[in-house]
């Protein structure tokens, strides 16, 4: 139940003055539904106004006058604007509006009035005369002071300016209760920020630019809040989880013996990631780890041992891919060993029809196959498992948190592995997976040829494009991604179309193009022939799928790279140089590049550590949406700015267990921290990662 302190928080916005029917759905849009949104409603910037008379205007800034009204000029055609013509003892300015009824302008404010009038001033391109277009106050010469010298500027939407939403936004502060503290008083002292109402109270009366800086201890201390909440939620989800017994699974002889079979031997980092999997597996209780690491760094062998371990156990497994091309090859990776050592394992995806999958569903329903490995069509309900003790989930992100747990919940209490290949910077692994464990894969196979990088201006393509004549002509395949950037999916299209054409010219029928688009059926045709060698290049739009495994291409070849984020870069990249030949990458750019571009493509070009990489790429970021991940199930914080906050991250996490630690935590024995909790609404079964 909701404290009722809360209450006044938690009421719609249509129950301020001033909300009605039109409105409210407007602020619901802008902030959200309650008057705890508009609280939470940060500004964007600062107006001042400063007092000026008519001869000391200045061109441009926002202003206030005290005139005497003049007269009023109506409209001799229809889309002219009514004009009031005003005056100080220095001289003349007209205020003008395009829109609004201007015998009731006349009404109500009728020549020979005193007012206070207050603006942008500027002077009219014509006749160089100085003029208010639509002043933001007319009043009253009597009202001046509720003109304020410094306004807050809030975000606004059609038909709500931003004046309106900061009055309703400071209606709602007025009606924020003081709470209870629910952060450590010793550490508040240290960090020198303010209570909660405090800091609301100043955040909405900023008395300089500074103010809206994140760096405030302002914004810090409801930054914190926001991310403690979270963190609380993650915390108290993960330790729910933990508390659901789960099958222990031994460290099998089986596992070991594939292993030891493998034509190579793990790296450093996979046994590492191995072992922490089997001590989950060994606790007794549920697992959920997430296992992250560059592409082609050996993830998914590492989830095939597990998967040895249940099969030893009599129990099954299943792998989950986002594409048909990848679940199998998948397939193709872990089939081989598995067999051979009695281990059946089986193929599912949407392409299984009729008699062929009525015997692949057989062979799990019965348990003959230990390992099911297949698309999204694995969760379907005619699949049902003897009995499924691990989910493997690759490229988590790519699915939702529900058809994660769709997967799950074919088997009783089923063990999660999540792989990734986005390298996550460790300080934002705990808003991400902070209900996950995290075992990381940052060591890369041996053999592997880095891959030389260069950057190029697209001025160069013509020298590109011979150079890679010539390694075509020796057998070398590239990739040649177009990006998706314009506004319209169709005017990319047509890039990647026009690109097609153009190599087509040079290397005839040896040039494949696959876009989003394309049916999941030609584009698997389209990637198979590339696979198998039939196509020398294959242009693409940044849909191919992150992880394909073409081993023999070595060359990668990017459109406006400067478009991309450093991680994107760095992915693509991880495509070529997994076989042992040679292998390049050219990122073409439209110069100029700016400076930030530069660094960039630098940071590419000198380092191929995925987790190395997204760690720069998100100090080079000022704020915003770090490494485009609000699509793949980033909080969408309110207050907290995971990249300029991101400090704050560790310690709310550290704090949130600590809370959780304490007697009687469970039981609601820690009020203020339930207040906070309630304040950001975090439920412990929404937000990132899997569920
Ligand atoms: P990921 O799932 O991380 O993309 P995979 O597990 O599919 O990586 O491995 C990529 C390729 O590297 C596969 O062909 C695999 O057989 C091979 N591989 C994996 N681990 C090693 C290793 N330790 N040494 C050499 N090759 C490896
Ligand atoms: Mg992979």
Redesign the pocket.
């Known amino acids: 139940m909701r404290p009722q302190i809360l209450y006044p928080l938690f009421a719609p916005v249509g129950s301020l003055k001033g909300v009605g029917p039109r409105v409210a759905p407007l602020i619901e849009r802008l902030a959200g539904p309650i008057v705890r949104d508009l609280l939470f409603l940060a500004p964007q910037n600062l107006v001042r106004r400063r007092e000026t008379t008519a001869a000391e205007a200045e061109d441009g800034e926002n202003q206030t006058l005290t005139v005497t009204l003049d007269r009023h000029q109506r409209p001799h055609r229809p889309g002219q604007p009514w004009k009031i013509r005003a005056f100080d003892d220095s001289g003349f300015i007209t205020l003008v509006y395009f829109k609004g009824h201007g015998p009731h302008l006349e009404r109500q404010h009728p020549k020979g009035a005193r007012r206070v009038v207050s603006g942008k001033v500027e002077r009219n391109a014509f006749d160089y005369e100085l003029q208010i277009v639509h002043p933001d106050y007319l009043l009253p010469a009597e009202r001046a002071d509720e003109v304020p010298q410094l306004e807050a500027i809030y975000p606004a939407t059609a038909g709500l300016a931003s004046r309106q939403v900061r009055r309703f936004v400071l209606e709602a502060l007025d009606r924020a209760p003081d709470l209870p503290e629910w952060q450590d008083a010793a550490w508040l002292r240290r960090q020198g920020w303010p209570s909660w109402r405090t800091a609301f109270e100043a955040l909405h009366h900023p008395t300089s630019e500074t103010d809206l800086a994140a760096g405030t201890p302002i914004r810090r201390r409801l930054a914190f809040d926001e991310l403690l909440a979270h963190q609380l939620a993650l915390a108290q989800r993960k330790a729910r989880r933990r508390a659901e017994p789960a099958r222990a699974v031994p460290a099998s002889d089986l596992g070991r013996r594939i292993e030891a079979d493998?034509p190579?031997?793990?790296?450093g980092a996979?046994h590492r990631a191995l072992a922490e999997i089997r001590a989950d597996f060994a606790s007794g209780e549920r697992m959920s780890r997430l296992v992250q690491?560059?592409?082609?760094?050996?993830?998914?062998?590492?989830a095939m041992l597990g998967m040895a371990d249940v099969a030893a156990r009599g129990a099954q497994s299943a792998l989950m891919a986002p594409t048909e091309i990848l679940a199998r090859?998948?397939f193709e990776?872990i089939a081989g060993p598995l067999a051979r050592h009695g281990v059946k394992a089986v193929l599912l995806t949407g392409r299984d029809k009729g008699s062929a999958r009525a015997a692949k569903l057989a062979d799990l329903a019965d348990g003959s196959a230990a390992v099911a490995v297949g698309t999204h069509a694995l969760f379907q309900d005619d699949v049902r498992f003897r009995e499924l003790a691990l989910a493997v989930i690759?490229e988590q992100h790519r699915f939702g948190v529900n058809e994660r747990g769709r997967l799950q919940a074919k088997g009783e209490a089923a063990h999660l592995i999540a792989?990734s290949?986005t390298p996550i910077p460790r300080t934002l692994e705990l808003t991400l997976f902070g209900d996950l464990d995290v075992s990381r894969?940052d060591e890369k196979?041996?053999?592997r040829t880095p891959v030389a990088t260069r950057a190029a201006p697209m001025g160069r393509l013509g020298e590109i494009v011979g150079r890679l004549k010539a390694a075509v002509a020796e057998g070398a395949q590239a990739f040649w991604i177009c990006p998706l950037v314009s506004e319209s999916e169709t005017a990319d299209l047509a890039a990647a179309e026009a690109r097609l054409a153009a190599l087509r010219e040079l290397f005839g029928a040896k040039v494949g193009l696959v876009h989003g688009k394309l049916p999941a059926a030609e584009k698997d045709a389209v990637m198979g022939e590339f696979a198998q060698g039939r196509l020398a290049v294959l242009v693409a739009t940044t849909v191919v799928e992150v992880?394909v495994?073409v081993?023999a291409a070595s060359i990668m070849v990017i459109e406006q790279a400067e478009r991309f984020g450093l991680a994107q870069l760095h992915q693509l990249r991880g495509r070529v140089g997994?076989g042992r030949a040679e292998s390049a990458c050219v990122l073409l750019y439209d110069p100029p590049l700016s400076e930030l571009a530069k660094t960039r493509l630098d940071i590419l070009r000198r380092t191929d550590d995925g987790f190395a990489i997204a760690e720069k790429d998100l100090e080079l970021r000022g704020g915003g949406d770090p490494l485009g991940l609000r699509q793949s199930g980033f909080p969408a914080y309110r207050l907290a700015d995971p990249v300029a906050h991101r400090d704050l991250i560790a310690p709310a996490a550290d704090y949130a267990r600590l809370v959780l630690a304490r007697p009687g935590a469970a039981s609601g024995g820690a009020p203020a921290v339930e207040l906070l909790q309630e304040l950001f609404d975090w439920r412990p079964d929404e937000g990132a990662a899997a569920g």
Request: no cysteine; aromatic share 4%.
């Open positions: 493998l190579f031997r793990l790296t996979q690491g560059d592409v082609g760094s050996g993830k998914t062998v590492v090859q998948h990776t690759d792989m290949a894969i196979p041996p053999g992880g495994d081993p997994r």
